[in-house]
């Protein structure tokens, strides 16, 4: 059984930053992939970014484009997602997600989820 823990969220202004951090409970990353959704009040749980772990190749949803970065730290397990230039619509619950494939940008491409963090961006 694979934990993820997520920390980093909390409220901000609008145009500020949070840096999101998801720890494995075990080295268990090196053939997966690791990724971020979100989900909002009333609305579907959506991608967010993902990293092939191995390789480091990442994938973004076209609305994060450009001011996340998702990134990971092979020696502590540990996947992250810098969110710059925030918006009232980044507002969600955050969670990191274990998957697989050559292109995990899909819910059904994950099997283990973290309990989420909550991000609240203020306008």
């Known amino acids: 059984q694979v934990h993820l823990v997520e920390s980093g969220g909390g409220l901000v202004q609008a145009g500020g930053s949070l840096r999101l951090s998801c720890a494995a409970s075990?080295?268990?990353?090196?053939?997966?992939?690791m990724g971020w959704f979100r989900q909002a009040p009333g609305k579907e749980r959506e991608f967010v970014a993902s990293?092939?772990?191995?390789?480091?190749?990442?994938y973004y949803a076209d609305s994060v484009k450009g001011r996340f970065t998702v990134s990971r730290d092979n020696a502590k397990n540990t996947l992250y997602l810098e969110m710059n230039s925030l918006m009232p619509e980044d507002t969600a619950v955050y969670y990191c997600?274990?998957?697989?494939?050559?292109?995990?940008?899909?819910?059904?491409?994950?099997?283990?989820w973290g309990q989420g963090t909550q991000v609240t961006v203020s306008s």
């Open positions: 997600a274990r998957g697989r494939g050559v292109r995990p940008t899909t819910r059904s491409d994950y099997d283990y």
């Open positions: 990293i092939l772990w191995s390789i480091g190749r990442t």
């Open positions: 075990e080295r268990t990353f090196s053939y997966y992939a």
